[in-house]
T-cell receptor, first 111, second 118 residues
Framework: EDQVTQSPEALRLQEGESSSLNCSYT??????LFWYRQDPGKGPEFLFT???AGEEKEKERLKATLTKKESFLHITAPKPEDSATYLC????????????FGEGTQLTVNP | EPEVTQTPSHQVTQMGQEVILRCVPI?????FYWYRQILGQKVEFLVS????????KSEIFDDQFSVERPDGSNFTLKIRSTKLEDSAMYFC????????????????FGSGTRLTVV
C-alpha cells in the first residue's frame, strides 16, 4: 500500500498561471513532511519541512501547507525556471529517520 | 552553502564487479544516508548511518551492500557483486539532529552517482 501519493503525475502551466500540487499520505504518526525539487539528472533539492496540521511555509513563489491527510504545494505566478519534478516525502514516527518518497509531480511551465 | 559531494558522477561497471560509491557529507552533520532512484521510479531508502553504525536499513540493502565511514569525512557505499538491476542513481544525504537545526530543517542530498551495470 502506497504511503505517499502525489498528484497530478504531470502538470503543464503557462507562465503566470498559478496552481497546486497535492501530496496525500497515510502514516501511523507523522514526524515530518518534506518537499523537494528535483531537476533532471540531479539530486533532490530541499524546499520545506512541515510538522503539524495547519502549518504553512513560503519561499518566493512557493507555499506549502499541511493537513492531517495531505499537503499542498502552491505555485503562484510560476516562471519557466520553476519547471522541475517536485517530490514529497514523509518521515514516520515509527520508522526512524528514513524518508518515504512519493512518485513526484513533473511540472512544466511554458513561457 | 554547504554541499554533499558525491563521486564519481557516473560509473559503468560489468555485472559481477564490485563498486564503491563515495560521498563527502556536510562536515557538521551527524546522520548519513544512501538512497537510490531507478530510472522513472521513486526515490527509495537504502540505509541510514549514525554514530559509526547502521541505524536502519531497507529490504533492498541485502548482504551485497555495505557502508563505511572510513576516515571521519568520507561515507561510502559498496556493492560487492553488481547485478543489472542495481543500475540506478544513488544519492547520499546527510542531516543534523533536529534539535541542532535552525530555520527550515531538512536532509541535504548530493547530486548523485549514476551507476550503469552492463
Amino acid at each position: 500500500e502506497d504511503q505517499v501519493t502525489q498528484s497530478p503525475e504531470a502538470l503543464r502551466l503557462q507562465e503566470g498561471e498559478s496552481s497546486s500540487l497535492n501530496c496525500s499520505y497515510t502514516v501511523s504518526g507523522l514526524r515530518g513532511l518534506f518537499w523537494y525539487r528535483q531537476d533532471p539528472g540531479k539530486g533532490p533539492e530541499f524546499l520545506f519541512t512541515l510538522y503539524s496540521a495547519g502549518e504553512e511555509k513560503e519561499k518566493e513563489r512557493l507555499k506549502a501547507t499541511l493537513t492531517k491527510k495531505e499537503s499542498f504545494l502552491h505555485i503562484t505566478a510560476p516562471k519557466p525556471e520553476d519547471s522541475a519534478t517536485y517530490l514529497c516525502a514523509v518521515q514516520e514516527e515509527t520508522s526512524g529517520s528514513r524518508l518515504t518518497f512519493g512518485e513526484g509531480t513533473q511540472l512544466t511551465v511554458n513561457p | 552553502e554547504p554541499e554533499v559531494t558525491q563521486t564519481p558522477s557516473h560509473q559503468v561497471t560489468q555485472m559481477g564487479q564490485e563498486v564503491i560509491l563515495r560521498c563527502v557529507p556536510i562536515s557538521n552533520h551527524l546522520y548519513f544516508y544512501w538512497y537510490r532512484q531507478i530510472l522513472g521510479q521513486k526515490v527509495e531508502f537504502l540505509v541510514s548511518f549514525y554514530n559509526n553504525e547502521i541505524s536502519e536499513k531497507s529490504e533492498i540493502f541485502d548482504d551485497q551492500f555495505s557502508v563505511e565511514r572510513p576516515d571521519g569525512s568520507n561515507f561510502t557505499l559498496k556493492i560487492r557483486s553488481t547485478k543489472l538491476e542495481d543500475s540506478a542513481m544513488y544519492f547520499c544525504a546527510s542531516k543534523l539532529p533536529r534539535v541542532y537545526s535552525v530555520g527550515n530543517y531538512g536532509y541535504t542530498f548530493g547530486s548523485g552517482t549514476r551507476l550503469t551495470v552492463v
